[in-house]
């Protein structure tokens, strides 16, 4: 099992970035998959989560309404769209799989990508 996030880099306020998440060695569309981050000294936190099919998608208070969560099954990829990036987004930002339980909850994730980092700052 692999899960390759990618995308992440500095970007200015305002700015705007996207994150993809290759899936390798697992059945990617039978899965939630999710987005969390990390911030220096934070705990991980739930960003986004979109099911199986791609046609439900569920985000954190913070990000609504600037970040979007998609996947293409044909590619085995997830991706987060990010828009007016704020400095309090800077964190890395992990891909996980979803065995079950509450998507908020670390526990409920059984794969785990290696994380890209987003930086907003000025």
């Known amino acids: 099992v692999q899960l390759q996030a990618s995308g992440g880099g500095l970007v200015q306020p305002g700015g705007s970035l996207r994150l993809s998440c290759a899936a390798s060695?697992?059945?990617?569309?039978?899965?939630?998959m999710s987005w969390f981050r990390q911030a220096p000294g934070k705990e991980r936190e739930f960003v986004a989560a979109?099911?199986?099919?791609?046609?439900?998608?569920y985000y954190a208070d913070s990000v609504k309404g600037r970040f979007t969560i998609s996947r293409d099954n044909a590619k085995n990829t997830v991706y987060l769209q990010m828009i007016g990036l704020k400095p309090e987004d800077t964190a890395v930002y992990f891909c996980?799989?979803?065995?079950?339980?509450?998507?908020?909850?670390?526990?409920?994730?059984?794969?785990w990508g290696q994380g890209t980092q987003v930086t907003v700052s000025s």
């Open positions: 979109v099911d199986g099919s791609g046609g439900s998608a």
């Open positions: 060695g697992f059945t990617f569309r039978r899965y939630f």
């Open positions: 996980a799989a979803r065995w079950g339980g509450t998507l908020t909850d670390l526990a409920s994730y059984g794969f």
